[in-house]
């Protein structure tokens, strides 16, 4: 479980460009649940996943990851708790090495550094295992450096590489964004299979007012640095965009402008 307790992060405290960020966000998020973000640019969502990351330390708040304080814990700590994918395919991965190198790399995340042998025979065949499941033929190319492989194939690695060894919590940061349609759909749909199939606590951020609502378990809105709107269940599946976008409007009192999100609909 995560849970945070009135987290709040302000940028620029002070100047003349201070920003609330987060406004005393509460939230907890169950095991095994999928909870998907929306919101207009600057609501925001991507400081929260950074803030639950540790990319930024809260200004006020906890943040609890299944019973652990983690909100002082450094970037590097969490990680190994925590996996993460981002928007740009290349952030993720490290294109002048091969797809196994990059997956040993992952599977060593937040572990002590020792000399050994980086992949024996029983992890290598277990990244081309998992790597099968993408259904993108990369179980076959464990030695192909990885700037040679697509946007597409290079976000699903990074999505493996997130998981490999299974995370308490996974944090998707608009990862299809960069995509064309055509590949952000299958990485989307590779998604759910590999959370479902592993059962893992999920939190992804999206401008896509559909995959809001069709994606995951509960979806949360966010504007100007809080959440609005918490929906999951029958509630949420009786929503449609439009409906969704008139609560927006019934609670905050005024109609979402974003072209980003509107053209979504």
Same mark, same amino acid.
């Given at each position: 479980?995560?849970?945070?307790?009135r987290?709040r992060?302000?940028f620029?405290?002070g100047?003349?460009n201070e920003?609330l960020?987060?406004k005393?966000v509460?939230?907890?998020?169950?095991?095994?649940?999928?909870?998907?973000?929306i919101g207009?640019n600057?609501?925001g969502?991507?400081?929260?996943?950074?803030?639950?990351?540790?990319t930024y330390?809260?200004?006020?708040?906890?943040?609890?990851?299944?019973?652990?304080d983690i909100?002082?814990i450094?970037?590097?700590r969490?990680a190994?708790?925590i996996?993460?994918v981002f928007?740009?395919?290349?952030?993720?991965?490290?294109?002048?090495?091969?797809?196994?190198e990059?997956?040993?790399?992952?599977?060593?995340r937040?572990?002590r550094r020792?000399?050994?042998?980086a992949?024996?025979?029983?992890?290598r065949?277990?990244?081309?295992?998992?790597?099968?499941?993408?259904?993108l @033929?990369l !179980?076959?190319r464990?030695? $192909?450096r990885?700037?040679?492989?697509?946007g597409g194939? +290079?976000?699903?690695?990074?999505? *493996?590489?997130a998981?490999v060894q299974?995370?308490?919590?996974?944090?998707?940061?608009?990862?299809?964004?960069?995509?064309?349609?055509r590949t952000?759909?299958k990485?989307?749909?590779?998604?759910?299979?590999?959370?479902?199939e592993?059962?893992?606590?999920?939190i992804?951020v999206?401008?896509?007012?559909?995959?809001?609502?069709?994606?995951?378990d509960r979806?949360l809105?966010m504007h100007?640095?809080e959440?609005?709107?918490?929906?999951? @269940?029958? !509630?949420r599946?009786e929503? $449609?965009v439009?409906?969704?976008l008139a609560?927006?409007? +019934?609670?905050r009192?005024e109609? *979402?402008v974003?072209?980003?999100?509107l053209?979504?609909?």
């Amino acid at each position: 479980m995560l849970r945070l307790q009135r987290v709040r992060k302000i940028f620029n405290p002070g100047a003349s460009n201070e920003r609330l960020a987060l406004k005393d966000v509460d939230l907890t998020v169950n095991e095994g649940e999928f909870v998907v973000v929306i919101g207009s640019n600057g609501a925001g969502k991507s400081t929260l996943l950074n803030v639950i990351a540790g990319t930024y330390l809260p200004d006020a708040g906890t943040i609890h990851l299944e019973g652990r304080d983690i909100t002082w814990i450094p970037e590097h700590r969490r990680a190994g708790w925590i996996g993460r994918v981002f928007q740009d395919p290349l952030v993720g991965t490290a294109g002048s090495m091969t797809i196994e190198e990059n997956l040993a790399m992952a599977a060593a995340r937040g572990r002590r550094r020792r000399l050994r042998i980086a992949v024996n025979a029983s992890l290598r065949k277990r990244f081309q295992d998992e790597l099968a499941k993408l259904g993108l @033929g990369l !179980e076959d190319r464990l030695d $192909t450096r990885v700037r040679y492989l697509s946007g597409g194939q +290079r976000q699903a690695l990074a999505l *493996l590489m997130a998981i490999v060894q299974r995370p308490l919590l996974l944090l998707l940061d608009e990862h299809t964004a960069a995509l064309d349609p055509r590949t952000a759909k299958k990485i989307l749909a590779i998604t759910e299979q590999v959370v479902r199939e592993q059962g893992l606590t999920t939190i992804m951020v999206t401008h896509n007012l559909e995959h809001a609502l069709s994606v995951g378990d509960r979806t949360l809105m966010m504007h100007e640095g809080e959440c609005v709107l918490d929906v999951s @269940g029958r !509630e949420r599946r009786e929503h $449609t965009v439009d409906s969704l976008l008139a609560e927006f409007a +019934r609670v905050r009192g005024e109609r *979402l402008v974003d072209d980003k999100i509107l053209a979504t609909r």
